[in-house]
């Protein structure tokens, strides 16, 4: 199947590889020094500069509006824009289009109250806070989420929180006014799924402690402002909780469908750009006697880089494709897939960028280790490869089951050792089973 682009989004691709292109790349060195200089702590004045001239030019909430009064964009339709913002660390900020912020915009939209958008959503929407999300924990393996331990206890018209989080994205941008917190309300429920609720806790409430920000790869704020975040006692009003007890899970499952999305898309733009500058890096080093262009071994990766990207291009599209037509329910083994797909292909392509640069590909000159700590960091967030990968071969499990109940004839059958010998004896009737022993 083929996935044609609307007019309007080939209109917004072009404005936004344009705007990329005049702002973006132009400022990237910039941008990295800010990072390294001002720290997690501080706002990056040339982020700040170019997010008015992307509102200026109608390149904002992209996720949401595709501009000030645009109707929604589907899943398939901003696939695409988040390919092209992915080709530079610092682009999905500047068009209000960056995690954690998109996935907790969306989850407020979907699952607050007027009173919860009024306060929390049209701010983040405006651009005038950031916000944060909470749910890893560094006392417990929370690749599964069932294992979370932080409490959510009801006292009175408030709830009462307690936990130590960790990699807990955005929590130490100063601009950071809101965390969404997932805990605990009922441990003693029978059905694990239902004991997690998330709240919205804002940031300035007495027991918030962000204790420490976390480095990605010593990367501190790039490409992701993780952080220890301490919650004791925190008293908030019990209308903060998002759709009601227990429901943390399914809030979680409505809001990770579409950022797998935007992370796998955002990866492949990174993926192009990596290519582009492994290309011309071929081009032009000349290692004994010719270029890196003539070499077996460079041409091989080159190509396989090329496979790589189509084929997970193609996988994401068609996981887009299918949570626009069937529900992210129906979508969720191709949703798995990408999520196992991407980050593998992004950090075999880096690597490959990196041996074909050299030592200087080590460097922070060539974008290739932000490059590489981004998608290492995704074969771990939003779940780590392993848990996707169960997932995924017990759904082909179960289809292959309902496909052939009976577990009887075609590609379902099963024989014994003894069944295989006796089936295909009169094919070796000398060999006494040799290919047995």
């Keep these: 199947m083929m996935y044609e682009l609307s007019d309007r989004v080939r209109r917004l691709k072009s404005e936004l590889e344009d705007f990329m292109a ?54 398939l339709e901003y696939a695409s824009l988040c390919e092209i913002m992915g080709r530079s660390l610092m682009a999905p900020e500047v068009f209000n289009c960056s995690a954690p912020d998109t996935g907790n915009m969306e989850t407020i939209l979907r699952y607050g109250t ?25 006392a417990v393996a929370s690749s599964d989420a069932t294992n979370i331990s932080s409490s959510i206890v009801r006292d009175g018209d408030d709830y009462v929180i307690n936990g130590r989080k960790w990699y807990t994205t955005g929590a130490t941008d100063p601009r950071c006014e809101i965390i969404i917190f997932m805990g605990k309300t009922d441990p003693a429920d029978a059905d694990r799924h239902r004991q997690q609720s998330m709240i919205l806790v804002p940031k300035s409430t007495p027991g918030v402690q962000v204790v420490r920000p976390l480095p990605v790869f010593g990367f501190y704020g790039v490409p992701d402002r993780a952080a220890e975040v301490l919650f004791d006692n925190v008293r908030v009003p019990a209308d ?56 077996g071994v460079t041409l091989e990766r080159i190509a396989d880089a090329r496979i790589l990207i189509e084929q997970t291009r193609l996988l994401t599209l068609r996981a887009a494709y299918l949570m ?20 593998s292909a992004a950090c075999t392509i880096v690597d490959w960028a990196i041996q074909l ?36 071969a017990r759904l082909e499990l179960n289809r292959q089951h309902e496909r052939n109940p009976s577990q009887t004839g075609g590609v379902a059958e099963v024989l014994s050792l003894e069944e295989v010998e006796t089936r295909f004896a009169h094919l070796h009737p000398a060999s006494d089973s040799y290919l047995w022993k």
């Design 22 to 75: 005049a702002h973006i790349y132009p400022g990237e060195d910039e941008f990295y020094r800010q990072a390294e200089i001002l720290g997690p702590w501080a706002v990056f004045p040339i982020i700040e500069e170019l997010k008015v001239e992307a509102r200026r030019q109608g390149l904002w909430n992209l996720w949401h509006t595709a501009g000030e009064s645009s109707a929604p964009l589907s899943n």
């Design 114 to 138: 007027d009173a919860q958008k009024e306060r929390w959503l049209k701010p983040l929407m405006e651009g005038e806070i950031r916000s944060s999300f909470a749910m890893t924990e560094p």
């Design 240 to 295: 903060n909780i998002l759709l009601g007890e227990g429901r943390g899970f399914e809030i979680a499952q409505g809001r990770l469908g579409p950022g797998r999305i935007h992370h796998c898309m955002r990866l492949i733009g990174m993926c192009e750009r990596i290519l582009e500058r492994m290309c011309r890096r071929a081009d032009f080093r000349t290692p004994f006697g010719k270029a890196l262009a003539q070499q």
């Design 324 to 343: 626009d037509t069937v529900g992210n329910k129906e979508a969720k083994a191709e949703i798995a897939m990408i999520k196992v797909a991407a980050p």
């Design 357 to 392: 640069f050299g030592g200087g590909g080590t460097s922070s000159d060539h974008f290739l280790t932000a490059a590489f700590a981004n998608a290492r960091l995704l074969r771990l967030a939003d779940g780590p490869d392993e848990v996707h990968r169960n997932q995924i």
